[in-house]
């Protein structure tokens, strides 16, 4: 839906643009308006070839009413008057194409409501069928030949009505939903009496007056503390009974025996001293108390009981129940609110909404429009429908806003085409003449040519003399730079072999490593390294070169070569024997 007057005037400009460039008024009838939307496609050239002459307002409301039309799934009882009430649609759009209605909020707001309540509603062949679809019917009726406002107003109507119906449907299903988890809270209890029960006296002894009275008036109040959270009351009696099958229990331990002889009359003192169960009569309890204490001192005289043996309590009636399913652990994509179209064998297709998922079960409950229960189904077998199809949910989107918003597009996009058309054929007949006018040029030009011509070629020819000169130039910069380098790589190669011919010995003038120059003697060469080591007059070292860092400070001229002077032998041997006894730091 276009929501600012920016946008709305844009597409408004760009539909008179449309309109003018095609120059199409003409009208449609029904029968060409049905044979049109029941076309596959609907671009602008399909709607030339079908209807020629036809005012491009009717192609946006094609646009517009093809796109209710597949975002919707109606019942089958709805397809016709679907048909008519997009077919008003088609002729009001057309009516109104320069977008007033497209940028009406109200309107739009309207319509999606409408298309809302058709899409879930559903022929259940009660009355309440007949009367939606003769409100339906009196929609159309009132819609037919009037104008957008009148439309608007019964359309309104409608909803209003509608939604009133959807709101008491809510309130019914929230009882559904209230009395569905009552049931279930009743059986959990009334599962947890029984285990309690059977877990404390199924298969042990215990007086029959007072097993009477457990389980016909105790266990209903028992089931009441729980369905209404009484948790203390719970624990109270599920102390108290324990206790009492302890007490009337026939073999007795040493320990237990000890105990109840100190636990049994406290027994019967916080029994007197509780209240009544809730919904017990007080005297019924008064001689169930009685009762317990005149056995239990029985029982502490040493005197005998008579008891029978409680047999188990019977399971309480489960209420009615989907078979468990393979896939009920699974978890359901559908949640609580969203609604689903059924395909049923008997019942046909069924819109119903999923209410709830029953508490503590994989039971499904769904609902139709009217908030009655329609359908009551495992997750497993949701999950198995899902897959084979049978049910699928209804797209949660605003049918008519969203086919308005794709007609938009299509016009914006069916625009721009034009457009460039339009000026690719105005650039074409601009060339034309651009190419009329330009031979003219060229015959002018042509004369101009052949006088330039000599001029050119002389120009043409001082060029290529120039580029000879450079290129020579380049030869012998080239030759240089290949002699330059041969001449220092000899000079490289000589300095190598001066640095080769040193001998222990030798005297040099060599940089230190502070700048300065010393004149010092050869002392020791490294072959494994390439290494010379150099030592001052006083034996000491000064400094270390390699082989090409030598030949580089020869080259570099700062470093002077002398020859070995006799005698040094002996004194390096004495060098290096002082340097073997005292290590340099």
């Given at each position: 839906?276009v929501?600012?007057?920016v946008q709305?005037?844009?597409?408004?400009?760009a539909f008179?643009d449309?309109?003018?460039?095609?120059?199409?008024?003409?009208?449609?009838?029904?029968?060409?308006?049905?044979s049109?939307?029941?076309?596959?496609?609907?671009?602008?050239?399909d709607?030339?070839?079908?209807?020629p002459g036809?005012?491009?307002?009717?192609?946006v409301?094609l646009?517009?009413?093809?796109?209710?039309?597949?975002?919707?799934?109606c019942?089958p009882?709805?397809?016709?008057?679907?048909?008519?009430f997009?077919t008003?649609?088609?002729?009001?759009?057309?009516?109104?194409?320069?977008c007033?209605?497209?940028?009406?909020?109200?309107?739009?707001t309207a319509?999606?409501?409408?298309?809302?309540?058709?899409q879930?509603?559903y022929g259940?062949g009660?009355l309440?069928?007949?009367?939606?679809?003769?409100?339906?019917d009196?929609?159309?009726l009132q819609c037919?030949?009037?104008?957008?406002?009148?439309?608007?107003e019964v359309?309104?109507?409608?909803?209003?009505?509608?939604?009133?119906?959807?709101?008491r449907?809510?309130?019914?299903?929230s009882?559904?939903?209230?009395?569905?988890r009552?049931?279930?809270?009743r059986?959990?209890?009334?599962?947890r009496?029984?285990?309690?029960?059977?877990e404390c006296?199924?298969?042990?002894?215990v007086?029959?007056?007072?097993y009477r009275?457990?389980t016909?008036?105790?266990?209903?109040?028992?089931?009441?503390?729980?369905?209404?959270?009484?948790?203390?009351l719970?624990?109270f009696?599920?102390?108290?009974?324990?206790?009492?099958?302890?007490?009337?229990?026939l073999?007795?331990t040493?320990?237990?025996?000890?105990a109840?002889?100190c636990?049994?009359?406290q027994?019967?003192?916080r029994?007197?001293?509780a209240?009544?169960?809730?919904?017990?009569?007080?005297?019924?309890?008064?001689?169930?108390?009685?009762?317990?204490?005149?056995?239990?001192?029985?029982?502490?005289?040493g005197?005998?009981?008579?008891?029978?043996?409680a047999?188990?309590a019977?399971?309480?009636?489960?209420?009615v129940?989907v078979?468990?399913?393979?896939?009920?652990?699974?978890?359901c994509?559908?949640a609580?609110g969203?609604?689903?179209?059924?395909?049923?064998?008997?019942e046909?297709?069924?819109?119903?909404?999923?209410?709830?998922?029953m508490p503590g079960?994989?039971?499904?409950?769904?609902?139709?429009?009217q908030?009655h229960k329609?359908?009551?189904?495992?997750?497993?077998?949701?999950?198995?429908?899902l897959?084979?199809?049978?049910?699928?949910?209804?797209?949660?989107?605003?049918?008519?806003s969203?086919?308005?918003?794709?007609?938009?597009a299509r016009?914006?996009?069916?625009?721009?085409?034009l457009?460039?058309?339009?000026?690719?054929?105005?650039r074409?007949?601009?060339?034309?003449?651009?190419q009329?006018?330009?031979?003219?040029a060229?015959?002018?030009?042509?004369a101009?040519?052949?006088?330039?011509?000599?001029?050119t070629?002389?120009?043409?020819a001082?060029?290529?003399?120039?580029?000879?000169?450079?290129?020579?130039?380049r030869?012998?910069?080239?030759?240089?730079?290949?002699?330059?380098?041969?001449?220092?790589?000899q000079r490289?190669?000589?300095?190598?072999?001066?640095?080769?011919?040193?001998?222990?010995g030798?005297s040099a003038?060599?940089p230190?490593?502070?700048?300065s120059?010393c004149r010092?003697?050869?002392?020791m060469?490294m072959?494994?390294t390439?290494?010379?080591l150099?030592?001052?007059?006083?034996?000491?070292k000064?400094?270390?070169w390699?082989?090409?860092?030598?030949?580089?400070?020869?080259?570099e001229g700062?470093?002077?070569?002398?020859?070995?002077?006799?005698g040094?032998?002996s004194?390096l041997?004495?060098?290096?024997h002082?340097?073997?006894?005292?290590p340099?730091l």
């Open positions: 839906m929501r600012t007057k709305a005037d844009a597409l408004a400009q008179a449309i309109r003018q460039w095609s120059g199409a008024t003409g009208a449609l009838n029904s029968a060409q308006a049905q049109l939307m029941n076309a596959q496609r609907m671009g602008l050239a709607f030339e070839r079908l209807a036809a005012d491009l307002g009717y192609l409301g646009w517009v009413v093809r796109g209710v039309r597949e975002a919707l799934s019942d009882a709805l397809s016709e008057r679907l048909t008519t997009l008003q649609l088609l002729y009001l759009t057309a009516a109104d194409a320069e007033r209605l497209w940028q009406n909020t109200r309107w739009c319509i999606d409501r409408l298309l809302f309540h058709w879930c509603w259940s009660d309440s069928t007949d009367r939606f679809l003769q409100r339906c009196d929609l159309l037919r030949d009037a104008k957008a406002s009148v439309c608007l359309i309104e109507s409608f909803n209003r009505r509608a939604d009133k119906e959807l709101d449907a809510a309130l019914l299903a009882r559904i939903a209230d009395t569905e009552g049931k279930l809270k059986q959990q209890a009334e599962e009496v029984t285990a309690l029960l059977n006296f199924s298969g042990n002894s007086p029959d007056a007072i009275y457990i016909q008036s105790l266990s209903p109040a028992l089931q009441f503390c729980l369905i209404n959270d009484r948790e203390h719970w624990e009696w599920t102390e108290m009974l324990t206790q009492l099958v302890q007490a009337f229990s073999n007795k040493a320990e237990q025996q000890q109840f002889f636990q049994g009359p027994l019967g003192a029994l007197s001293a209240a009544p169960p809730p919904g017990c009569e007080p005297n019924e309890y008064h001689e169930f108390v009685t009762q317990v204490i005149v056995d239990i001192e029985a029982l502490l005289a005197q005998r009981v008579h008891t029978v043996i047999p188990p019977p399971a309480s009636v489960a209420t129940s078979k468990a399913h393979p896939r009920d652990g699974e978890p994509p559908i609580s969203d609604w689903l179209v059924f395909d049923s064998p008997h046909g297709r069924i819109h119903c909404q999923l209410l709830l998922q079960s994989h039971d499904l409950v769904l609902v139709n429009r908030g329609v359908l009551q189904l495992s997750v497993g077998r949701m999950l198995d429908a897959d084979r199809g049978s049910v699928s949910p209804l797209a949660d989107i605003k049918a008519y969203t086919a308005l918003n794709r007609a938009a016009l914006e996009y069916c625009h721009s085409d457009a460039a058309k339009r000026r690719l054929a105005s074409m007949e601009a060339q034309r003449q651009a009329a006018k330009r031979q003219q060229a015959r002018e030009q042509a101009k040519a052949r006088a330039d011509a000599d001029r070629r002389r120009q043409q001082m060029a290529e003399e120039r580029r000879r000169l450079e290129r020579e130039k030869e012998r910069e080239a030759e240089e730079r290949v002699a330059q380098r041969e001449y220092e790589q490289l190669t000589e300095a190598l072999a001066r640095v080769d011919e040193l001998a222990t030798s003038d060599i230190l490593a502070d700048g120059q010092a003697q050869l002392g060469i072959p494994s390439g290494k010379h150099f030592y001052d007059r006083f034996g000491r000064v400094a270390e390699r082989r090409e860092q030598l030949a580089e400070l020869l080259l700062r470093a002077v070569f002398y020859e070995a002077e006799p040094f032998e004194r041997e004495q060098i290096v002082a340097q073997r006894k005292v340099v």
